[in-house]
C-alpha cells in the first residue's frame, strides 16, 4: 500500500463510520481528516522508529492536537473528533485475534497478541491524554496572558 | 428569563440533570464529561452544592437544594450505542447554561429534542457501513475484491445487528451471532472466488463491532482517575471481543469440518 493511498482510506473508512455515529454535515469531513492525519503519522513514525507502539502514540497524539484545535475553533467538544480520528488505530483487529487464538486453544499466540493490543490501547490513550493536556496548558496560558494584558493599563 | 437563577423547583432539576449524564453515558461521551454536565446543571441552575459519580452502567447524583435539604437520584444505564451528535449538543447546551444562556424550561425542552434526535435513513447507514468496512479492509491489505467483499457483507451485518439489538437479546449474544455472520459470509465469498483473503475481509467487517475504541476509553478513563469506570470499560470490551471470537471460531471450526465436495 503505498503511502498516500492508505491515510486516503483511512480517512474514507472514517468518514463511514462518522456517518454511522450520527456527525452530521461539516464534521463527517472534519473527522474523515483527522483519521487520514492519523494514519499518516503512524505510518511515518513507525517507519522512521520501527515500534509500532511509538507509531500509535504519535498518530493520537496528532489526532488529539488536531481534535482540540477544532474543538476550539467550532466550540465542539473534542472527544467527537478524536473518537472517529482513532477508528483506523484502535486495536479492535487485535482484540478479535487474541479472543480468536484463546478460542483456538492457542494460548501462546492468544497471549502475545493480546499484550500488543493492550500496549496499542495504552499508546493510543496516553497519545490522547497528552495531546489533551498539552492543549489545556496552550490554552490556559493564552487566557493568563490575555487576563494580564487587561489588568496592565 | 434567561441568565437569572429562578426558584426552579429541584426535585426537578435533579432528574433533568441526572437525565443529562445518562444521555452523555449512552451516547459513548466519557465519564468525567458526565459527571461533569450533570454537575454544571446543578450548580448553573440551583446552587453549587452538587455531587455525581458515574459510571458505564449508572449515574449517582446527589444535589444540596436551596432549603438546605440532601437529594439524590440514580439513573442505570443498559443500553449504550455511540452517538457524537448527542454528547456534541448536550456539550452545547451545558456552555449555554454555564453562560447563562439558557434557564430551566429551555433547557428541558432542549434536552428532550436531543433524546429524541431522529436516526439515520436506512440507505444511509447502509452505505456507511458500506464504505467504512471496505475502505479498513483495503486499508489493511485487501485487493479491490476483497474490498467490494467486505463492503457487502458489512451492510448486510449492519442492518441485521441492530435489528436483533432492538428485540433485547443481550450484548453478548448479538456480538456472536454478528462475528458469526460476518465470517461465514466471508468465508463462502473467498470460497467461491470473490474474495482473494477471506480474513482480511473479516476484519474489515468486524470492525463495525470489535470494541476498539472502548477499550481505548477504557484506558483513557483511568488516565483521567475514573478507576471504577475504567475498569467497567474493560470488561465490557474484553466480553465483546470474547462473543466476537467465540462467533468467528465456532464457524471456522465447523467450516473445516464441511466435506470439500459439499462446497461448490
Known sequence: MSALLAPLWAGIGTGGFAVLFFLRGRDIPLAASGGAIGWAAYAATAAVTGSPAVGYFAAAAAIGLWSEALATALKRPATVYMICGIIPLVPGGGMYYTMLAAVRGNSWLAITTGFETLQAAGAIAAGLAVSSAASRLLSLRALASRALARRRP | ?264
Not at chain 2, 209 to 214: D, N, Q, W
Open chain 2, 1 to 264: 428569563m434567561a441568565g437569572q437563577i429562578a426558584p426552579t423547583d429541584p426535585e426537578e432539576l435533579l432528574i433533568l440533570a441526572a437525565d443529562a449524564a445518562r444521555i452523555v453515558l449512552e451516547s459513548g461521551g466519557e465519564t468525567y464529561r458526565a459527571e461533569e454536565t450533570a454537575v454544571a446543571f446543578c450548580s448553573a441552575l440551583g446552587g453549587p452544592e452538587a455531587e455525581c459519580f458515574a459510571t458505564p452502567t449508572g449515574v449517582v447524583l446527589s444535589f444540596t437544594g436551596t432549603d438546605g435539604r440532601v437529594r439524590s437520584i440514580v439513573r442505570r444505564v443498559s443500553k449504550r450505542a455511540m452517538n457524537l451528535e448527542r454528547v456534541a449538543r448536550v456539550d452545547s447546551l451545558v456552555r449555554d447554561l454555564v453562560g447563562g444562556k439558557a434557564d430551566f424550561d429551555e433547557a428541558a425542552i432542549a434536552l428532550g429534542e436531543i433524546e429524541g434526535l431522529p436516526g439515520r435513513p436506512a440507505l444511509v447507514s447502509l452505505l456507511a457501513a458500506a464504505v467504512g468496512t471496505g475502505s479498513f479492509a483495503l486499508l489493511f491489505g485487501g485487493a479491490w475484491n476483497d474490498g467490494l467483499v467486505a463492503a457487502a457483507v458489512g451492510a448486510l451485518v449492519s442492518r441485521f445487528v441492530p435489528r436483533l439489538a432492538g428485540r433485547g437479546l443481550p450484548d453478548f449474544f448479538i456480538n456472536l451471532v454478528g462475528g458469526a455472520t460476518a465470517t461465514l459470509l466471508c468465508l463462502a465469498a473467498g470460497r467461491v472466488g470473490l474474495a482473494s483473503s477471506a480474513d482480511i475481509a473479516t476484519i474489515g467487517v468486524v470492525m463495525l463491532l470489535v470494541p476498539g475504541v472502548a477499550i481505548t476509553n477504557a484506558i483513557r478513563d483511568t488516565i483521567a482517575g475514573d478507576l471504577v469506570a475504567g475498569v467497567a470499560r474493560g470488561a465490557d470490551a474484553f466480553m465483546a471481543a470474547a462473543a466476537i471470537s467465540i462467533g468467528a471460531g465456532g464457524v471456522h471450526q465447523l467450516w473445516r469440518l464441511l466435506p470439500a465436495a459439499a462446497l461448490p
